[in-house]
C-alpha cells in the first residue's frame, strides 16, 4: 500500500504486514511495518537508521452490554412512551396554570430522556418497543376531569419511575455509560417529585397522613407518623451495617479492600448514624440499640473470602438505596426532613457507581449474562 496512512487505508492489515508510505517533504517512498494490539494502532519506520513512529491512533474499542442494560433500555422506554402519551393528554385537561407549567416541563424533560435511550437502542441494537403518539388532541370536554386528579396521578407516575430507576441502576454492572444515563434520569426524577410535593401540599392536593403525636414542644416542627418511622428505621440499618463492616475489616486481606471499608465505616456510616441519631433526638424518637464501638479482632481470617465480604456489602448498598427512595416518597408533611432523606438516597447512589467499578477492577463480580456490543 502507499499513500497517506489513515484510518481507512490501514483496514486489512494484519501486524508486521509491509507499510509503503508517500513522504512529501522529500518526495520518495519509505518502507514501515503495522503494529496494532488491543488499545492503539501505528506504523514504524526505519529512516537514515532511525527507528520513528510515523503514525498512531487509538483503537475503537466496542462496547459491551449485559443482559439487564439491554431490559432496562427497552423497559425505560416503553414506560416513558406510555406516560408522554399520557402527559400530553393531561395537559388538554388542565386548567390551572401553575399545572399546565409544570406538565409541560415534565413532557420536555421526557423527551429528552427518550432521545437519549432511544440512541442508546439504535447503538446497541436493541429491538425498541412499539413508537408512541407524538401528539396527543382531543376534543372532549376538559371539565371530565378534575385537575386534582391529574396532579395527584402525575405525581404517582414520577414517584414510581424512581423505583424503575433504581432496580435499572443496581443491575447495570457491565456498561457504565448506560448506568451513569439511568443515574441521571433519576437524579432529574427525584428532583422533580421533591419539588412537586410543594406544589400539590401549597394547592392542598397532597393528603395530610397521621403526625407523630410524641414530637417534642421544643422540636417546632410537625412530623409525619412515616417520617418519624423512617428516621428510626434508617439509624436501626446503619448501626447494623456498622457492625457488620466493623466484623468484615477485621477479616478482610486485600489491603485495598480494607481501606474501602475503613472509608465507609467512619466517612460514611458513623457520619450519617450521629446526624441520624440527632434528629432522632430533636423530635423525641426512642433510639435504637447502638452496635458495639468495639469487636475483637479475629484471628483466623480464612474463614470468609474477601470478595464474598465485597459482595454482602454491595447488597447492603443496594438494599439502603431502596430504603432511602421509600423513605424519600413517603416524607410529604416535612420538608427538611424529605430533604434529609433526598440527600442519602443520592449518596448512596454514588456509593454504589464507585463499588462497581471498585468490584469490576477486583473481578469480584459474578459475570452477567451479555447481550451485545455497540456498532461501531
Known sequence: MAGEIDAVSLKGHRTGSPIVYYLKATNCCIGGILYQDKFTISVKIRYRGVIAVLFKRAVKKKSPIGTPEAHHLWDTLSSKYTAFEKIQLWENYAHDLDLKHFLASVRRSMKKNMTLLEKQIEKYNIPGPEGHIRDVRYSINSEVLRDEYIAVDTFTFIQESIEMLLQAIRSCVTNDD???????????????????????????WMKQPPLYPNVRPEAREKLASSEAFHLWDLLTYRNDNIEQTKKFYSLANDMEFKLLLKHGLEMVLQRQADMLEKELKHFGIPLPIRAPKYLPDKQD???????????????GVQGAAIFHANAFKKATTNDRVRNIFKDLLLSEIEIQDDMIKFGKIKGWFNPVPEYGTSKG
Open 178 to 204: 448506560i448506568r451513569h444515563i439511568f443515574t441521571g434520569i433519576l437524579r432529574e426524577a427525584v428532583e422533580a417529585t421533591d419539588f412537586y410535593m410543594r406544589y400539590l401540599r401549597l394547592k392542598g
Open 301 to 315: 481470617t480464612t474463614i470468609m473470602d474477601d470478595d464474598s465480604m465485597f459482595r454482602n456489602i454491595f447488597i
